[in-house]
C-alpha cells in the first residue's frame, strides 16, 4: 500500500513540516491533488504541519478554482525547513522554476504523478507514487484515500472531480478508472453540473492572438497520410497546438521564445498515437529537451520541452525526428 509507505516515511524521519510543491502554471489537477493529499495527511497525522506551493504561481483556471474551496498557497514555501518535499502532478525538479533549484539532492523527496516518469527523477525520488496509466494525479491521490480507507471531504471531493474534468478535458479522454473515481466523488457530494462551470472561463484576449497566430504561421508537412502543423508564438504553446489540433492537425508542434529560453509544447491526436505508436513525450519531447540542453517530457498526446536555442532549429529537429519515426 503506497499510503503506508508515504506513513512510514514520515514516521522514520519523525517528520515536522511537508512541503507540497505543484509545477509551475500549476493546473487544476496539480492544485486539486495537492489540495485533498494535505487534507489526507491532516488527517491521518494531525500533527504534521502542511502547506502548498505552485512555482510562479497557479493557472488562471486554477485560481478560480482555489477561490472558490478556499484553497491555501504560499508562495514562500519553507523548502529548506521540510522533512519531506513532496512533488505532485510533476515529473522534473526543472518543472517547479526557482523553487526547484532551491531543493538539495538529499531532500526527503516523494513523488504523487501521472507522467511517464523521467529516469533523474526517478533516481532523486525517495518514494514515487506513479501511474501513468492514471488519466490525472487526482486519481492517484483519490487511490490514497480509499488505501487509507477514509473518504474525502466535500471540498476534497470537488478539487477532485475538477483535477481529473480538467486533465481529461472534461472526460472525453478519461479512462474506465477515472470515470468510476468521478463516481465515487459524486458519492461523495460533488455536484458536477454546478462545479464544472468553474473550468470554463472566457478565453483570454491575448491567447485568442497567440492561437490564431500559430494558426496563420502554420508549416504544414504531409507524412504519409498524417497533417504535422509546426508553428511559433511567443506565448500560450499550449493553447496554440491544441487549437491546431482542432483545426485538424494530426500532430501539432509549437515553438516559443520568451529572452534566451525555448519553450514547446507537442500534441497529437488520439488516432494519431494510437496507429503509429509515436509517444509525444517519450519519442519527441525528451529528446528535443537533450538537444536543447533543458528538459522534456509529458504524456503520449501531450508534452512539452523547454532549453535554449534557435525556434527553427527546434522545429526542424522535431520534423526530422517525426519523419524517422513515421517513415
Ligand atoms: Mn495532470
Do not use: C, F, V, Y
Given at each position: 500500500m503506497q499510503i503506508q509507505k508515504i506513513l512510514e516515511l514520515i514516521d522514520k524521519l519523525d517528520a515536522k513540516l511537508v512541503v507540497l510543491l505543484c509545477h509551475h502554471n500549476a493546473d487544476p489537477d496539480a492544485i486539486g491533488a495537492a489540495f485533498a493529499f494535505k487534507g489526507l495527511l491532516k488527517r491521518l497525522k494531525p500533527r504534521l504541519e502542511t502547506e502548498i506551493a505552485a512555482a510562479s504561481g497557479p493557472s488562471k483556471l486554477s485560481k478560480s478554482m482555489i477561490n472558490v474551496l478556499s484553497i491555501e498557497l504560499t508562495d514562500q514555501p519553507r523548502i529548506e525547513e521540510a522533512d519531506i518535499l513532496v512533488l505532485l502532478?510533476?515529473?522534473?525538479?526543472?518543472?517547479?522554476?526557482?523553487?526547484?533549484?532551491?531543493?538539495?539532492?538529499d531532500r526527503p523527496l516523494v513523488v504523487i504523478d501521472?507522467?511517464?516518469?523521467h529516469p533523474e527523477t526517478e533516481r532523486i525520488a525517495t518514494l514515487s507514487v506513479a501511474?501513468?496509466?492514471?488519466?490525472?494525479t487526482c486519481e492517484v491521490v483519490y487511490r490514497l484515500f480509499k488505501e487509507a480507507e477514509l473518504k474525502p471531504a466535500p471540498d476534497e471531493a470537488k478539487a477532485l472531480f475538477l483535477g481529473i474534468a480538467f486533465d481529461t478535458r472534461h472526460f472525453v479522454i478519461a479512462t474506465s478508472d477515472a470515470l468510476k473515481v468521478v463516481a465515487d466523488l459524486v458519492d461523495a457530494g460533488v455536484n458536477a453540473q454546478e462545479i464544472?462551470?468553474?473550468?470554463?472561463?472566457p478565453m483570454d484576449y491575448s491567447e485568442r492572438i497567440a492561437r490564431l497566430k500559430a494558426a496563420n504561421r502554420v508549416n504544414l508537412l504531409r507524412m504519409n497520410d498524417w497533417l504535422i502543423a509546426l508553428s511559433h508564438v511567443n506565448a500560450y504553446q499550449a493553447s496554440a497546438s491544441r487549437g491546431l489540433i482542432a483545426l485538424g492537425a494530426h500532430v501539432a508542434i509549437v515553438a516559443g521564445k520568451k529572452e534566451n529560453k525555448i519553450q514547446v509544447s507537442f500534441r497529437a491526436s488520439r488516432e494519431f498515437y494510437t496507429e503509429t505508436?509515436?509517444?509525444?513525450?517519450?519519442?519527441?519531447a525528451k529528446p528535443l529537451g537533450d538537444f536543447l540542453g533543458g528538459m522534456g517530457g509529458g504524456h503520449s498526446v501531450s508534452a512539452g520541452a523547454n532549453g535554449a536555442g534557435d525556434v527553427d532549429a527546434c522545429l526542424n529537429f522535431c520534423a526530422k525526428l517525426l519523419k524517422k519515426k513515421i517513415g
Open positions: 502532478d510533476t515529473n522534473t525538479i526543472q518543472q517547479l522554476d526557482e523553487l526547484g533549484k532551491r531543493i538539495k539532492p501521472h507522467h511517464a516518469s501511474d501513468e496509466t492514471a488519466s490525472s464544472l462551470p468553474i473550468l470554463s472561463l505508436d509515436i509517444h509525444m513525450g517519450r519519442d519527441l
